[in-house]
C-alpha cells in the first residue's frame, strides 16, 4: 500500500461515527441496516460489472449521508457536498471527487436523472438491493412512522419491495431473484 491511507476504510470510519453521533437522526440503525449492505452490494456489483471498486464504495458509503446529518429532503445534494468536502480534506483526487458526486447526485430512483456511467447503475442497484436486507426496517417505517395496522404495513411492505426489484438491472435480479420471490411467498 505504499504506506497510503485507506481511503474507503477512513470514508467509512467517518460514516459510522456520523451515524453514532447522539445528534444523529436515526442512530446507528442506517449504518448497519443500509450503509452496510449497500456497500457490500456495490463491491459485488462492481467485480460482475468491471467498475472501479474504490470510487462504488466510497459512493456506497456516502450517498445517504446527508440525510443522516440534514434529513432526507434534498439528501442527494446535502450527500454530495458533504462527499466532497470529506474527501478534499482526505486528499482524493479532483477528478475522482467529481465522478463520486455525479454518483450520489443521482443514485435517487425518484429523482428523474439519467445514468450514464456503471458506477452510478450499481449504486442505483445495491441502494434497492440493499431493502432485502432490511425487512424489518421497512416494516419499522410503515409502523413507527407511518402509524400503519398490521395489514396495511404488510401490504406496503410487499409493494415496496416488488417496486425496488422492478428497478434493477437485470444482473442485479439475478442476484436477488431468491430473496425476492421468497419475500413475494411470505408477504402474500
Ligand atoms: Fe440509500
Known amino acids: 500500500m505504499q504506506g497510503k491511507m485507506n481511503i474507503t476504510e477512513e470514508v467509512r470510519k467517518f460514516v459510522e461515527n456520523e451515524c453514532k453521533k447522539p445528534e444523529s437522526k436515526y442512530g446507528n440503525e442506517p449504518y448497519l441496516c443500509h450503509f452496510l449492505p449497500v456497500a457490500s452490494y456495490s463491491k459485488i456489483l462492481a467485480k460482475k460489472f468491471g467498475a472501479d471498486e474504490e470510487i462504488v464504495e466510497i459512493v456506497a458509503w456516502l450517498h445517504d449521508i446527508g440525510s443522516i446529518v440534514y434529513g432526507r429532503e434534498n439528501h442527494h ?3 454530495a457536498e458533504i462527499a466532497e468536502k470529506k474527501l478534499r480534506e482526505l486528499g482524493y483526487p479532483e477528478e475522482k471527487i467529481k465522478i463520486v458526486k455525479k454518483c450520489i447526485l443521482n443514485h435517487r430512483g425518484s429523482v428523474n436523472n ?15 438491493m440493499s431493502n432485502f436486507e432490511n425487512v424489518s426496517g421497512i416494516f419499522k417505517a410503515a409502523f413507527v412512522y407511518e402509524n400503519l395496522g398490521q395489514i396495511e404495513a404488510k401490504h406496503e411492505t410487499r409493494k415496496k419491495l416488488e417496486n425496488c426489484y422492478n428497478k434493477l438491472s437485470e444482473e442485479a435480479k439475478k442476484i436477488i431473484k431468491p430473496k425476492y420471490e421468497a419475500a413475494m411467498l411470505l408477504l402474500e
Do not use: G, L, P, Y
Not at 114 to 128: C, G, M, T, V
Open 114 to 128: 439519467k445514468r450514464e456511467s456503471k458506477e452510478e447503475q450499481i449504486i442505483a442497484d445495491a441502494d434497492s
Open 77 to 79: 445534494i446535502t450527500s
